[in-house]
């Protein structure tokens, strides 16, 4: 005996299967984007470790340096880049020093740009733009950039001869 219901059920479990293959296939893509972002959220906090260690490593070697010996004597501009690394010449007295061109750390380039700064005579601000007539010898303007795939994370900052 057949009944007349028969092909309404195989039809039913045929949607059914579909739906679920949808709802699947919609998690699974989900799944990926969480998987994405998670990536490049750890690359940014990768990078952005980086540039903090950079600026770190500058105020230490500023610190430890005599200005006219140390930042003041480098070039500037960001066709000189630089990075630091550990001296070890001495396992009593470890210090930075400084090496040209940018460093490559697993997947990250990283540089330091170092740039000459002027101030404007009357407010002693910074200027936006470097005028060597105003120039401030005591000051450098520190770029670090870590670069990872397509992006590109920097900081910014100014370091003064406080020894003065």
Not at 55 to 60: F, G, K, S, T, W
Not at 83 to 107: F, M, S, Y
């Amino acid at each position: 005996m057949i009944h007349k219901n028969s092909g309404f059920i195989f039809l039913e479990v045929i949607v059914a299967i579909a739906l679920v293959g949808i709802t699947f296939l919609s998690l699974l893509q989900v799944g990926v984007q969480i998987l994405t972002i998670a990536s490049s959220i750890r690359s940014t906090n990768q990078a952005d470790g980086l540039i903090k260690e950079s600026m770190e490593a500058v105020r230490v070697y500023r610190d430890g340096k005599d200005w006219q010996t140390g930042l003041a004597s480098l070039n500037t501009g960001s066709s000189n880049p630089y990075h630091l690394e550990i001296d070890d010449a001495d396992a009593n007295n470890l210090i930075w020093k400084w090496v040209a061109g940018e460093e490559t750390i697993g997947k990250f380039i990283r540089k330091i740009i170092i740039d000459k700064v002027s101030r404007d005579p009357v407010t002693f601000a910074i200027e936006s733009s470097y005028n060597s007539s105003h120039d401030n010898a005591d000051t450098r303007k520190i770029t670090a950039i870590v670069q990872v795939g397509a992006k590109t994370h920097q900081a910014v900052t100014y370091v003064t001869n406080w020894k003065k």
